[in-house]
């Protein structure tokens, strides 16, 4: 396994620092309501803007937006300051992002943990300086699969690659695989669904958390009439 | 109270429906019962129906008003009332209600109140406006006859009364008659004895003690006949009250107008007022629950202000809901 682990890292290291050598699957990428880009934005600077290296972005359960804020938060890092992002999804059990953004399902990090395939086989360039690494399909149960990721070098090769790597998490409950790879990445961010996510399970979700995360209120919408939020003052 | 506003704006359409289904229900409730025919009748009454305990902090109405009151709170009194009314209008309840039912019914639909010092207010509403005349026409007979029938009872007390005294007063004179004739010799003529001890008061020493014991004696007698005589008196007097109070309508006591038969059905305005009223206010209760139970059963987060404090992470961002 180490020997596997030490190959992916040299293959890692052998692809070019320049994304545009990597192979583009798509010309554009789908576009994002501007509205959800100006909200990402301040998420994005309060998580450290230009300085950000690391980001796993999770939830307590499905269904939160993980996957659409983390394509924001890529495009705010690729746009405004010009770096290189990786995107990986790291949701084993229901991997979206690929299918979402009209990337190849295979290979992904499944192949590159299990040392099938090379990091630059499992790259795929979605356009404006983002890569994405899908999750990729394991032959043996994902879990395994999952601590054989976590046990490899490939996300610290992917760091090392581009100047951000943002990972679709799997979510904490629901899932026997939700904290493993939270521990990975330096920094966590939750999201949560405003008025659907019940307290306990947050709580829950995030009580034995290595890193205690960001939160971002996903879907806040206020009933209330302008002069009553005026009045008071939200 | 920001969540209770904010969940207030977010289900108001629920809510709302939650009012006009309430409201709907009330109505079409009000709307459904039957058409109901109101026959009224008024009765003058005076303070000769409160007997000996008349008293000037109540009006005779009022008393009348209190005394058919409790008369109707009674089960033997409903339950006459309206055998009376079934005789009378030859209208038989739908199912042939029992007692208790019959008892309910008289005892809470029939409205009394005072039209002034000495008028009272009769009326009852019923689906059928002859039984609803005929039950009306029943109290008023019945009470007629409660309050008749409570003069004769006194005026019967008082004969009975005055009856044994003026034969306990008429024992007395004969005794006080027998002891002058026994003082006189056993000759047992008073009126003789009493001649005797008039020309005898200016006689001798022994002659003037019995005199003076005679005329105690008759003094005696005399005022024994004459109580007899004021008792035979207030017994004349009883007995007239007893034969007024025997005769058919009652002293003090007169219904000025008859129970007739209603032409016109009850105005559904008030029922549908009040029912619109009430469920109104019900509905808006109802609704008031309906939030208070969704806005305390939802525990999750809403606001940014809420995340630090119920989960001491740091808020970074939010992001409002797109349409």
Not at chain 1, 7 to 31: E, G, H, T, W
Not at chain 1, 197 to 214: F, K, M, Q, W
Not at chain 2, 277 to 304: F, K, M, N
Request: hydrophobic share 45%; net charge neutral.
């Amino acid at each position: 396994m180490a020997a596997e682990g030490r190959s992916i890292r040299k293959a890692a290291r052998s692809v070019p620092r320049d994304p545009a050598a990597v192979p583009r699957v798509m010309a554009q990428l789908p576009a994002l309501p501007p509205e959800l880009i100006e909200a990402c934005r301040f998420a994005s600077l309060q998580l450290g803007g230009p300085r950000l290296a690391s980001l796993g972005v999770t939830s307590s359960v499905r269904g939160e937006g993980r996957s659409t804020l983390v394509r924001a938060l890529a495009h705010i890092q690729s746009e405004d300051y010009e770096r290189s992002v990786v995107l990986v999804d790291l949701d084993l059990e229901r991997p979206s992002l690929g299918g979402w953004l009209g990337a190849n399902g295979c290979p992904g990090m499944a192949e590159l943990a299990e040392g099938r395939v090379a990091v630059d086989d499992a790259l795929q360039q979605l356009g404006g300086g983002i890569a994405l690494v899908t999750a990729g399909s394991s032959f043996g149960p994902v879990a395994r699969t999952m601590a054989a990721i976590l046990r490899s070098e490939v996300l610290t090769a992917l760091g090392e690659r581009f100047d951000v790597v943002i990972a679709d998490l799997p979510p904490l409950l629901g899932s026997g695989l939700g904290r493993a790879p939270a521990g990975a990445f330096t920094d966590l961010l939750l999201v949560v669904r405003s008025g659907v996510t019940p307290l306990g399970r947050i709580r829950e979700a995030t009580a034995h958390l290595p890193v205690p995360p960001a939160v971002v209120l996903n879907g806040t919408r206020s009933h209330l009439p302008p002069w009553l939020r005026r009045l008071a003052g939200c | 109270m920001l969540r209770f506003l904010d969940r207030f704006y977010r289900v108001r359409l629920l809510l709302l429906a939650v009012v006009a289904i309430v409201l709907t229900l009330s109505i079409g409730f009000a709307v459904s019962r039957p058409r109901s025919y109101e026959a009224i009748a008024r009765v003058w009454v005076d303070t000769s129906i409160q007997g000996d305990h008349a008293t000037t902090y109540v009006t005779a109405s009022e008393v009348g008003d209190l005394m058919l009151g409790e008369l109707l709170q009674t089960r033997a009194f409903c339950l006459k009332v309206a055998r009376r009314s079934q005789q009378a209008s030859g209208v038989t309840a739908a199912g042939q209600p029992d007692d208790d039912q019959v008892y309910q019914t008289l005892s809470t639909h029939f409205l009394l109140s005072t039209a002034g010092p000495n008028v009272i207010t009769v009326s009852f509403a019923d689906g059928d406006p002859r039984r609803a005349a005929a039950t009306t026409q029943a109290v008023v007979d019945l009470f007629k006859e409660q309050v008749l029938g409570n003069q004769a009872d006194g005026a019967r007390a008082t004969v009975t009364f005055y009856q044994q005294q003026v034969k306990s007063a008429r024992d007395d004179l004969a005794r006080a008659d027998g002891r002058i004739a026994d003082y006189l010799g056993g000759s047992g003529d008073v009126s003789a004895a009493s001649g005797y001890a008039t020309t005898n008061t200016t006689g001798g020493s022994s002659g003037a003690t019995t005199d003076v014991t005679l005329m105690g004696l008759q003094r005696d007698d005399d005022a024994l006949r004459k109580r007899s005589d004021d008792l035979v008196q207030k017994l004349n007097q009883a007995q007239l009250d007893l034969n007024v109070a025997q005769q058919s309508a009652p002293n003090g006591y007169r219904v000025v107008d008859q129970p007739i038969v209603p032409r016109k059905a009850v105005s559904r305005t008030k029922p549908l007022l009040i029912a619109g009223v009430g469920g109104l206010g019900a509905g808006a209760l109802l609704s008031l629950l309906v939030l208070i139970a969704l806005t305390a059963s939802d525990s999750s987060l809403r606001y940014p202000g809420e995340v630090e404090a119920a989960l001491g992470l740091r808020l970074v961002g939010t992001i409002p809901r797109f349409a």
